[in-house]
């Protein structure tokens, strides 16, 4: 089974910036769309964006545009999140997941094959 980690995550100041990235385990992570959520205490999970089997595949959500972006390195197997003007509603755990749907696009739905164990996100003065 593929299981995925999380790394890179902490506590930033507002207006800071975070990277996160996401590798895989056992097996190789480049025939799989990669997508990033969030989930903040009392709220439901976020759907923030997704990539497919290249960089020109990405997507993310029209809140977020301008702010995070997400990359791919299949060389190095690691799906990265890059998170810039961090806001303190940003604040969460964040989860990368892979399916094995998609191709040169990504699903854009909650119900994900595999999902890593999340990393929190902490935006605070």
């Known amino acids: 089974q593929l299981q995925l980690v999380e790394s890179g995550g902490g506590l930033v100041q507002p207006g800071g910036s975070l990277r996160l990235s996401c590798t895989a385990s056992?097996?190789?992570?480049?025939?799989?769309?990669i997508a990033w959520f969030r989930q903040a205490p009392g709220k439901e999970r976020e759907w923030v964006g997704c990539?497919?089997?290249?960089?020109?595949?990405?997507n993310v959500h029209d809140s977020l545009k301008g702010r995070f972006t997400i990359s791919r390195d299949n060389a190095k197997g690691v799906v990265n999140l890059q998170m810039n003007i961090l806001k303190r509603e940003d604040t969460a755990i964040y989860y990368c997941?892979?399916?094995?749907?998609?191709?040169?696009?990504?699903?854009?739905?909650?119900?994900?094959?595999?999902w890593g164990p999340g990393i929190q996100v902490t935006v605070s003065s």
């Open positions: 997941a892979a399916d094995r749907r998609g191709g040169s696009w990504c699903p854009v739905v909650l119900d994900y094959e595999y």
């Open positions: 056992r097996f190789t992570i480049d025939p799989y769309a």
């Open positions: 990539i497919g089997n290249s960089d020109e595949s990405a």
